[in-house]
């Protein structure tokens, strides 16, 4: 779980902290989805953990080797993807709802309408998250990775206060061909800035470095 939180934290702080970037690299016009861009991002840090979550609970489950049909209702294997079925209708059906409700009393900027979706399914991912999180922990014990997951948020603290000193935040991609050096090395500096803070505050990513290089000399060797 420690990899899980410290790789969607990278990925997904950083697409926040340089979405103008990442956006401007497509196409200039793509910078009008910003904010759809952040929510989407947030979102994306949500379901990998109820993705975890989610195969924690339904790859442990056995009972279903004891009921059949209907029995299955009351199965953590029924249980887990009705949950998160639910959760996605109802996220869509309140969003468009909020849609025709705005666009009928005159609101017609269409980020400000679709900024409804991502909004809503993350606060639709909160309690099923905590509720899937409540289901696997039933199946087996396990902790979250707080010391990990703090020194990840302090890591993108830090590329944020980089990118606003050098800034990078704000880095327009006029041709992706002039300019991927410049995206290679905001990238790289910030992904060398987020390996130090954890080398620093994370004993579980010093000792992960240093089984690595020591299988990586074992197999140089051989």
Sequence with gaps: MEIISILSLLFSGSFIIYAKVVLSMFRREYLDVYPLFILYSIAFILDVYILFFSTVSTSLERTDLRYGGLGLRRTVLFKVPFIRFLANITYLSIASAGFIVLYYTGIRDPISLLTLYPALLILVNIPVLYKLYIIAKKQIDFSIPWREIAASLCGLFIIYLYSLLTGYINYMVKSIYSDLSMVIWIA?????????????????????????????????HF
């Excluded at 987020?194 to 004993?203: A, D, F």
């Design 188 to 220: 790289v500096s910030s992904l060398v800035i987020y390996i130090v803070v954890l080398y620093v505050l994370s004993s579980w990513f010093r000792e992960l470095v240093r089984t690595s290089l020591e299988e990586l000399k074992r197999i140089i």
